[in-house]
């Protein structure tokens, strides 16, 4: 069992920036896929971003030219760095993880582990 651990949530204005961070409990063989979703009130989850272990990436179309995702291996971290936020961004975010590399479609089924989430507010 993996345990992750999301940070970095927190109110800020539109047109602000955060940076999330994931940090798994212990270390994922490779091959694997990791990636963030988030779920608005009301809303299904959606995907935002993915990142597999040889550095593929993959992003969902709200997170296209605003968010980045990056993975510090040394640190054992996954980063969401978050542009030009909106209100619409509003949402509890997870970070999730899996073996193998079929996670980069950001389908919420190829996912085994997920985070507690961590809640961002973008206010107008």
């Known amino acids: 069992q993996v345990l992750l651990a999301e940070s970095g949530g927190g109110s800020v204005q539109s047109g602000g920036s955060l940076r999330l961070s994931c940090v798994p409990s212990g270390y994922i063989q490779r091959p694997y896929c990791m990636a963030w979703f988030r779920q608005a009130p009301g809303k299904e989850r959606e995907g935002i971003a993915g990142?597999?272990?040889?550095?593929?990436?993959s992003y969902g179309d709200s997170a296209k030219d605003r968010f980045t995702i990056s993975q510090d291996i040394a640190k054992n971290t996954l980063y969401l760095q978050m542009n030009s936020l909106k209100p619409e961004d509003t949402a509890m975010y997870y970070c999730a993880a899996s073996p193998g590399f079929s996670g980069l479609a950001l389908l919420e089924a190829d996912f085994r582990w997920w985070g507690r989430g961590t809640q961002v507010t973008v206010s107008s």
């Open positions: 990142m597999d272990s040889d550095g593929a990436i």
